[in-house]
């Protein structure tokens, strides 16, 4: 090989090699990310995206956790200022995603009374002065049979839903009642 020669094939292994070494340094850099540094995992407390309802003037919020997602309900006052003329919104957080969804606003009901909620299975029942449940995944509510006593706490036992006390407009009650959706 002439001195010439040997010189380009020189210039090619070290231009090959560097280009290799780039290319593997490129391989490396998306494979793992990018140049970026990792991000540490998150702690404490994280603001979540703005939800589809605005909170502002609502009543009566309430939330449950169906396993999936975190859906909120609430009302929004009349005209007035009052449950006159009212409405009922909703919305539902999916954390996996980080992201909200409107959900159907439920039935035309009652609005002054206090609301519990609970998760069963899945599905929210609303506790108050009527009762229903939403099924998130359908988007859809349904009404339940009125409960004897009505408004207060709900809680549910992984049978039956409990609801106790309760009142409205300066009343308070003390009574509670026991709802088997299975039954």
């Known amino acids: 090989m002439s001195p010439a ?3 380009l094939v020189k210039r090619l292994v070290v231009l090959a090699t560097v280009a290799g070494l780039g290319s593997a340094l490129a391989f490396l850099l998306v494979a793992c990310g990018g140049t970026k540094a990792a991000q540490p995992p998150r702690t404490g407390w994280q603001k979540l995206p703005a939800s589809p309802i605005a909170a502002r003037g609502l009543n009566g919020v309430v939330s449950a956790w169906t396993g999936k997602e975190l859906v909120v309900l609430a009302v929004r006052p009349g005209p007035d ?3 006159i003329g009212s409405t009922n919104v909703a919305a539902a957080y ?4 980080g992201t909200w969804r409107r959900l159907a606003p439920g039935p035309k009901m009652q609005n002054y009374c206090r609301r519990g909620v609970a998760s069963t299975d899945g599905k929210v029942v609303l506790w108050g002065c009527s ?3 939403l099924d998130p995944q359908a988007n859809a509510w349904r009404m339940l049979p009125k409960a004897p006593t009505g408004e207060g706490l709900l809680a549910w036992t992984g049978k039956e839903l409990i ?6 407009c300066g009343d308070a009650w003390d009574g509670g009642s026991a709802y088997d959706p299975a039954a």
């Open 131 to 133: 009762e229903a449940s």
């Open 163 to 168: 609801g106790w006390g309760g009142g409205c």
């Open 5 to 7: 020669a040997e010189k």
């Open 94 to 97: 999916n954390p996996g995603a």
């Open 81 to 83: 200022g009052t449950f």
